[in-house]
Nanobody
Framework: QVQLVEAGGGLVQPGGSLRLSCAAS????????IGWFRQAPGQAREGVSA???????YYSESVKGRFTISRDNAKNTVSLQMNSLKPDDAAVYYC???????????????????WGQGTQVTVSS
């Protein structure tokens, strides 16, 4: 059973950057698809980015060109570099893992089996 812990959230001004990390324990992430999701108050959980077990990367249109996902299987971590942050990016960010799923659905929250507790990102001046 894989356990996920996110870190790196915080308060940042519009235009600023944050780097989120997702550390896994209990199992290697090798072989897992990993997704980053976010949920703002009163909103549905939204897929932000995902990286498949083989390294194929997906981004939502809202973050494409500003966010970069990466994984380090040796360190059992996945990171999300977030640049040019906007107030609309403010949310609780979650990482999630699934061992087997159709890759075309990796930005769909319902595909994932394991979730972290989330880390708050606030974008405000």
């Amino acid at each position: 059973q894989v356990q996920l812990v996110e870190a790196g959230g915080g308060l940042v001004q519009p235009g600023g950057s944050l780097r989120l990390s997702c550390a896994a324990s209990g199992s290697t992430l090798r072989g897992y698809h990993i997704g980053w999701f976010r949920q703002a108050p009163g909103q549905a959980r939204e897929g932000v980015s995902a990286i498949s077990s083989t390294g194929t990367i997906y981004y939502s249109e809202s973050v494409k060109g500003r966010f970069t996902i990466s994984r380090d299987n040796a360190k059992n971590t996945v990171s999300l570099q977030m640049n040019s942050l906007k107030p609309d990016d403010a949310a609780v960010y979650y990482c999630a893992a699934v061992y087997a799923a159709p890759v075309q659905f990796l930005l769909v929250a319902g595909m994932y089996e394991h979730w972290g507790q989330g880390t708050q990102v606030t974008v405000s001046s």
